[in-house]
């Protein structure tokens, strides 16, 4: 073999052997996040873990914006308290914290389920003054058959079947949405969910042209397996069907992948295989409210997972202020702000997502 030749064979025979050590490493990171996600979704029971352990477990296995998981948990046998993780906010997409309160609106109806199943009466209340949610704790309960979804609810964000969801399904799951000061409204309408669409489009291209928003993004993302279970936070880009990318590379090819037009693409495609969306809209425009509207949506999504509909959120002209007043008219909600949009539909599930641990969470 000439020399060159042999340079190269050499050259191509390390580049194997990089790659297939690579290959193998990324297997066994990707085994180590499927083994801690199906971990943090076994079955527990209070007995095993202590009740308010138990109680915080479930609560933080609720949506929460960008999985920051802005939360606090402290309390006894009597109540237990949800305080504001301001260090976790995302001021680019969430200014006035609007997604912060509904993630712990998210987490106190969790928590709330979680009480059920072990026997506990609750009631959730926002406190103005302390700027906490209180679960107060009582005896007696029967288990609410929503806590079995608690485990299994994801963000489903792939594209759907198409398949329309039957009224009385639809009708079940918002019924079970039902929470004060706050409506779901459903759009199943071909029409009505393009217009919709439009909205989620010219939004989703403000948000991908602001470097505020795309820097905070790529701050929560996590591009691989490794870095996912490093942090057991923010969004591994497995969860959304994108690609494992190494550390080194991610950051500059998201630059490359991530566009308006491609995410706009999505969007479509996303839409159009959905069966509806639900908008939920509360009655005023404070963070009391706001708690009320994510307890709302993790309702529908636990009754929705129980009846084998998935769903995702596109919040885009929700997130983006000043397409509010046209979604707003477009519903037919006069002054009230629409608060989170969600497409739901048949898909098959994805990866699910990582949480901090208990222990992490919960402060004297
Ligand atoms: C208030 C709120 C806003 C959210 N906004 C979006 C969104 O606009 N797009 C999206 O894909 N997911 C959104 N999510 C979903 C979170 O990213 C998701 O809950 C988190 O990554 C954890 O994943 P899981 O819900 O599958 O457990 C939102 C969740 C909440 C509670």
């Not at 790659?19 to 095993?48: Q, W």
């Not at 009480?115 to 009631?123: F, K, T, Y």
């Not at 989620?200 to 795309?214: G, K, L, R, S, Y």
Request: net charge neutral; hydrophobic share 45%.
């Amino acid at each position: 073999m000439k020399r060159r030749n042999l340079l190269l064979g050499g050259g191509a025979m390390a580049a194997l052997g990089l790659g297939a050590y690579a290959l193998a490493r990324g297997r066994s990171h990707d085994n180590a996040y499927e083994s801690a996600a199906a971990a943090l979704r076994a079955p527990r029971s209070p007995g095993d873990m202590g009740e308010l352990d138990f109680l915080v477990h479930h609560a933080t296995l609720a949506a929460n914006s960008h999985n920051t998981q802005p939360w606090l948990f402290s309390g006894g046998a009597e109540q237990v308290t949800i305080r504001p993780d301001f260090s976790r906010a995302t001021p680019a997409v969430d200014p006035d914290n609007h997604h912060l309160y509904a993630s712990l609106g998210c987490a106190a109806e969790n928590l709330s389920l979680a009480a059920s199943a072990a026997g506990r009466s609750s009631a959730v209340a926002f406190l103005g003054e302390q700027d906490a949610v209180r679960v107060s704790l009582g005896a007696g309960a029967q288990p609410d058959p929503l806590f079995e979804a608690i485990v299994e609810r994801q963000c489903t964000r792939s594209v759907y079947d198409g398949r329309q969801v039957p009224a009385e399904d639809l009708d079940a799951i918002a019924a079970a949405a039902k929470v004060a000061g706050c409506s779901v409204l459903l759009v199943t309408d071909k029409l009505r969910m393009e217009q919709v669409l439009e909205l989620i489009v010219a939004a989703n291209t403000a948000q991908v042209e602001d470097p505020a928003f795309v820097g905070e993004l790529k701050h929560w993302l996590r591009f691989n397996a490794a870095e996912a279970v490093g942090h057991r936070d923010g969004l591994y880009s497995a969860c959304s069907g994108n690609p494992a990318l190494p550390s080194w590379i991610a950051g500059p090819a998201f630059g490359l992948v991530f566009t308006a037009d491609a995410e706009n693409a999505k969007c479509v495609s996303q839409v159009r295989s959905s069966a509806g969306f639900a908008v939920f809209v509360s009655d005023s425009n404070d963070p009391g409210h706001w708690v009320q509207a994510g307890r709302s949506y993790q309702r529908f999504a636990l009754a929705a997972t129980a009846r084998g509909v998935r769903h995702a959120f596109l919040n885009q002209p929700v997130e983006v202020a000043r397409f509010r007043p046209e979604l707003a008219a477009l519903l037919g909600t006069g002054d009230r702000r629409p608060d989170l949009v969600v497409r739901f539909g048949y898909a098959e599930p994805m990866p699910r997502s990582l949480r901090r641990p208990v222990a992490e969470v919960i402060t004297a």
